[in-house]
């Protein structure tokens, strides 16, 4: 029944996605994007999007200082990163991929961060990252990738540490 909840909620965000990507590129046309002042042709201006107006988490995920604009495509710069208004297109993969990158680079390094500190602080966490380089050391010429992907999981906190701690889950799920 759980799987059916989350699998129906899935869905159901993917259809709106899908439904507002197809509304705004009626409404923007499909050359209009999202970039930075600083992706633009110089001389060309955008409609700038008001900071104060973005989401928190958007506003945590855009650097300081960097002022979002709407423009055509016609006004960046080449190789611009933007993120397409409209649903993409056969040309719109590279801004995408360019787009998806800038993200991955913002937010990759903070998870890090925060791995690295709670590792520090947690020693669970500690004992299942050396449980996982254990398992990946070679002993008798065998490497145990299953091993190190079921420490680093567990280390992570997507997989139990034990049989022990996976039956306690399941006793407190019943509970509830």
Request: net charge negative.
């Amino acid at each position: 029944m759980r799987n059916l909840i989350v699998s129906t909620i899935v869905a159901l965000v993917i259809m709106t996605g899908f439904s507002s990507c197809k509304v705004l590129g009626d409404l923007f046309g499909e050359s209009t994007v999202i970039t930075s002042e600083t992706e633009l042709v110089e001389g060309e201006v955008g409609t700038p999007i008001p900071y104060d107006q973005l989401p928190e988490d958007v506003k945590k995920q855009v650097p300081e200082g960097t002022v979002l604009v709407l423009a055509d495509k016609e006004q960046l710069k080449e190789e611009a990163a933007y993120i397409p208004v409209s649903p993409p297109g056969d040309g719109d993969m590279g801004g995408i991929l360019d787009a998806l990158i800038a993200l991955g680079v913002t937010f990759v390094p903070g998870l890090a961060a925060w791995e690295g500190v709670l590792t520090v602080i947690s020693r669970r966490k500690r004992k299942n990252y050396a449980k996982a380089i254990k398992a990946l050391a070679p002993t008798d010429s065998n490497v145990d990738l299953a091993g190190t992907i079921h420490g680093i999981g567990a280390a992570l906190g997507v997989a139990h540490t034990s049989e022990a701690s996976k039956e306690a889950a399941e006793e407190e799920e019943e509970l509830v």
